[in-house]
């Protein structure tokens, strides 16, 4: 990068964490450092909760998505506006009635301190290794793309968090994330408007291009269990998941019980369900055009840069050399291809079209192909080297074609997406460790200064941790399914504790209590048996549907049990 863009980068981050101290500064009690002294608008709410939905994964993973796997992944959120309105007018109203600081105070006044207990343990868990993938997440993306060590990236983007959040509390993160979503949606769609000025064909020509190739894939009404996206799981599984992040996962109800009255809490959370599948929608389709420009300019054969300059020092450098030249080959007759295409369709010749389409698909398996065995030397040359690459399109493509200026605005996103998701990840975990566990159950008898400083010390702990464990981390197929499918572990059974709370008031503390236990076993078995199945049976569930299976398990099982009167 240019000294521009590392005054650009660096010089956007610190603004907004400083901005966030100074705005915050000054004594505080518990009241006002776990709810922001009540004085958050509904747009500020809403711009928080789409903020810390946000995180660097997003940016980083969901153009390389689209570019790999077109735009279906847009489905998953389809069902989100319901689960918003669904929440505003069950879920907040009692909240705000009981004037909780955490969701699961709400529990133990419905059920028991058991059942508290187990969903704020539950929370803790999901969310205290969340937060370690999104710092891990962009810090190892980063990390190779600027040549940085990778535990001094992590140190960098958790100990910056961990300042402003430890400092200013609920409100803090708030504030901040204003400047965060508009660094973070600004850069992106500056990126999108740069990348369509620079492809070689017209606008309506790439759309064309994307069409043909399936990249604009945005609605699937073929109902398979085992496909994450599609209508139906967007409409129906993912739900379940909106309905227990937003309704019950502690770093998004934070962010509205800081609202000024019920009435903003219930507008920023609306704001948020019908924004973020535009949102999402323009970084999906950030993606495509991506893809359409590597159809006409020569892509890396490999997107992470590091593992293609290792191969070219190492023994296999000749092999390499030659699949680098069978490639670009590839890559040339494709191109023309495509250039036919273009001319078939503006000519309407319906034949020639379907000729050609098949023939570039053939082209597209053959560049796979060729992709694979020049992972297979990555491999061979290192053995733990890691080939997925999908995370990297997009700032590998920022960083080789993006002016200087942009580059460092593109970084400064990434870094942003990362602080803003993690400081509320921080701040909710401080805030329920302290009053759900430490408060409730080891130190009853502290004053109000006394769980300040414990909220505070919890909130750098779990920085820390989150640290620590990102440091070990290992990255997975995909960054932000890898997120979605840990909290899909938990939250059905959360999120199925607070649906019977709030509708069958029959069901006690006890049954609710097993019915969670053995819904979280359940669902566990069917995640690490999942394509292997027991005694002849095979099942094949995506992950998006356990939110749905556990939530309804614990309705279920508490029910009978509470029906059988089971002791």
Request: glycine content about 6%.
């Given at each position: 990068m240019s000294n521009l863009d590392w005054i650009v980068l660096f010089g956007t981050l610190i603004t907004i964490a400083a901005y966030g101290v100074y705005k915050t500064y000054g004594p505080k009690d518990l009241d006002s450092y776990l709810r922001g002294k009540n004085s958050m608008n509904w747009w500020t709410i809403g711009l928080s909760i789409m903020a810390t939905q946000a995180s660097a994964i997003t940016f980083l993973s969901t153009p390389g998505?689209?570019?790999?796997?077109?735009?279906?992944?847009?489905?998953?959120?389809?069902?989100?506006?319901?689960?918003?309105?669904?929440?505003?007018?069950?879920?907040?109203?009692?909240?705000?009635?009981?004037?909780?600081?955490?969701?699961?105070?709400?529990?133990?006044?419905?059920?028991?301190?058991?059942?508290?207990?187990?969903?704020?343990?539950?929370?803790?868990?999901?969310?205290?290794?969340?937060?370690?993938?999104?710092?891990?997440?962009?810090?190892?993306?980063?990390?190779?793309?600027?040549?940085?060590?990778?535990?001094?990236?992590?140190?960098?983007?958790?100990?910056?968090?961990?300042?402003?959040?430890?400092?200013?509390?609920?409100?803090?993160?708030?504030?901040?994330?204003?400047?965060?979503?508009?660094?973070?949606?600004?850069?992106?769609?500056?990126a999108g408007i740069i990348v369509i000025q620079m492809l070689p064909?017209?606008?309506?020509?790439?759309?064309?291009?994307?069409?043909?190739?399936?990249?604009?894939?945005?609605?699937?009404?073929?109902?398979?269990?085992?496909?994450?996206?599609?209508?139906?799981?967007?409409?129906?599984?993912?739900?379940?998941?909106?309905?227990?992040?937003?309704?019950?996962?502690?770093?998004?109800?934070?962010?509205?019980?800081?609202?000024?009255?019920?009435?903003?809490?219930?507008?920023?959370?609306?704001?948020?369900?019908?924004?973020?599948?535009?949102?999402?929608?323009?970084?999906?389709?950030?993606?495509?055009?991506?893809?359409?420009?590597?159809?006409?300019?020569?892509?890396?054969?490999?997107?992470?840069?590091?593992?293609?300059?290792?191969?070219?020092?190492?023994?296999?450098?000749?092999?390499?050399?030659?699949?680098?030249?069978?490639?670009?080959?590839?890559?040339?007759?494709?191109?023309?291809?495509?250039?036919?295409?273009?001319?078939?369709?503006?000519?309407?010749?319906?034949?020639?079209?379907?000729?050609?389409?098949?023939?570039?698909?053939?082209?597209?398996?053959?560049?796979?192909e060729i992709r694979d065995e020049v992972k297979s030397l990555i491999v061979a040359n290192d053995p733990v080297a890691e080939t997925r690459d999908t995370d990297y399109v997009f700032m590998r493509f920022v960083m080789d074609n993006l002016p200087e200026g942009i580059i460092g605005l593109l970084f400064a996103v990434i870094f942003s997406a990362a602080m803003s998701s993690t400081a509320s990840e921080l701040n909710a975990l401080g805030s329920t460790t302290t009053v759900d566990l430490y408060k409730r159950s080891i130190k009853k008898d502290g004053n109000d200064h006394h769980y300040l400083l414990s909220s505070k010390l919890f909130t750098a702990f779990w920085g820390l941790g989150a640290i620590l464990f990102a440091t070990y981390a290992s990255l997975f197929e995909n960054l932000i399914q890898a997120v979605n499918l840990l909290g899909s572990l938990f939250y059905g059974t959360i999120l199925g504790i607070f649906m019977v709370g709030f509708f069958i008031k029959w069901v006690k503390g006890r049954a609710v209590f097993i019915a969670a236990l053995l819904s979280e076993v359940l669902i566990l078995f069917i995640h690490f048996r999942n394509g292997i199945g027991l005694f002849g049976f095979v099942w094949d569930i995506g992950f998006l549907w356990y939110n749905a299976i556990g939530c309804i398990a614990v309705m279920l099982i508490g029910m009978v049990i509470q029906k059988l009167n089971i002791k």
């Open positions: 998505q689209a570019y790999e796997d077109g735009m279906r992944f847009i489905q998953f959120y389809f069902g989100l506006p319901l689960a918003m309105i669904i929440i505003s007018v069950s879920f907040i109203p009692i909240y705000y009635k009981l004037k909780v600081y955490t969701a699961y105070e709400f529990l133990e006044n419905r059920f028991d301190l058991k059942t508290r207990t187990l969903a704020a343990l539950l929370f803790i868990t999901q969310r205290g290794l969340a937060a370690g993938i999104t710092i891990y997440a962009p810090a190892i993306i980063l990390s190779t793309l600027l040549g940085w060590n990778l535990t001094l990236t992590n140190i960098v983007i958790g100990a910056v968090v961990i300042i402003y959040t430890v400092s200013g509390g609920t409100e803090a993160v708030s504030i901040t994330q204003k400047q965060q979503m508009a660094v973070m949606m600004g850069g992106m769609i500056l064909i017209s606008f309506q020509e790439a759309l064309h291009v994307a069409g043909k190739m399936d990249k604009l894939n945005i609605v699937n009404f073929e109902f398979d269990l085992a496909d994450r996206y599609n209508v139906w799981s967007g409409m129906t599984a993912a739900v379940f998941l909106f309905l227990s992040y937003f309704g019950t996962d502690q770093s998004q109800v934070q962010r509205y019980l800081s609202g000024q009255t019920l009435a903003q809490s219930r507008m920023g959370l609306i704001m948020n369900g019908f924004l973020k599948i535009p949102m999402q929608f323009v970084i999906l389709f950030i993606g495509v055009m991506v893809f359409v420009f590597y159809q006409f300019f020569l892509p890396p054969v490999v997107f992470n840069k590091v593992q293609t300059d290792n191969l070219r020092q190492s023994e296999y450098a000749g092999e390499f050399e030659d699949l680098e030249k069978k490639y670009e080959a590839n890559f040339e007759s494709s191109k023309n291809s495509y250039l036919e295409l273009l001319d078939a369709i503006d000519e309407k010749d319906e034949s020639r079209e379907s000729r050609l389409q098949e023939q570039i698909k053939s082209l597209k398996s053959e560049q796979n």
